[in-house]
């Protein structure tokens, strides 16, 4: 699953082919991407067939400049309000990770600095797929 939202991620056009997204491994170099699963419970409801709703719950994140630069910091911010508002539109015209009985695609909160240090930080925005397994 994480390769395919890994593959989504790239074809948004967000962000730049040339970038890496990392899967549980951020460096403390900036520009650099990284996906993070988040341990839940992953049946959201269970079918008398077998069969269940689940999810797959994840963190975006990303090493990005950080300072005091206002200007910076706002280009900060504005990748992930950017970011959140394309996923939400996707998610609404059909356009998800191409993983098999999937439902939606959502972002769970708004971007928001996970850890910093005097000349970058690391944002998060956490995430949620809902998925159909037989």
């Given at each position: 699953?994480?390769?395919?939202?890994?593959?989504?991620?790239?074809?948004?056009?967000?962000?730049?082919?040339?970038?890496?997204?990392?899967?549980?491994?951020?460096?403390?170099?900036?520009?650099e991407?990284?996906?993070?699963?988040?341990?839940?419970?992953?049946?959201?409801?269970?079918?008398?067939?077998?069969?269940?709703?689940?999810?797959?719950?994840?963190?975006?994140?990303?090493?990005?400049?950080?300072?005091?630069?206002?200007?910076?910091?706002?280009?900060?911010?504005?990748?992930?309000?950017?970011?959140?508002?394309?996923?939400?539109?996707?998610?609404?015209?059909?356009?998800?990770?191409?993983?098999?009985?999937?439902?939606?695609?959502?972002?769970?909160?708004?971007?928001t600095?996970?850890?910093?240090?005097?000349?970058?930080?690391?944002?998060?925005?956490?995430?949620?797929i809902?998925?159909?397994?037989?």
């Amino acid at each position: 699953m994480i390769s395919k939202i890994r593959q989504y991620f790239f074809d948004l056009g967000i962000i730049d082919e040339n970038s890496n997204i990392n899967i549980d491994f951020l460096s403390n170099k900036p520009i650099e991407y990284v996906i993070e699963p988040i341990p839940i419970e992953p049946v959201l409801r269970q079918y008398a067939d077998g069969s269940s709703l689940r999810q797959f719950v994840f963190q975006f994140g990303s090493r990005e400049y950080f300072g005091a630069d206002v200007i910076q910091n706002m280009k900060n911010t504005e990748f992930y309000e950017d970011f959140s508002e394309l996923i939400d539109d996707n998610n609404k015209k059909g356009v998800l990770p191409n993983i098999k009985g999937i439902q939606s695609i959502e972002c769970l909160n708004n971007g928001t600095i996970n850890e910093d240090n005097t000349d970058n930080a690391k944002y998060v925005i956490q995430m949620r797929i809902t998925y159909y397994k037989n």
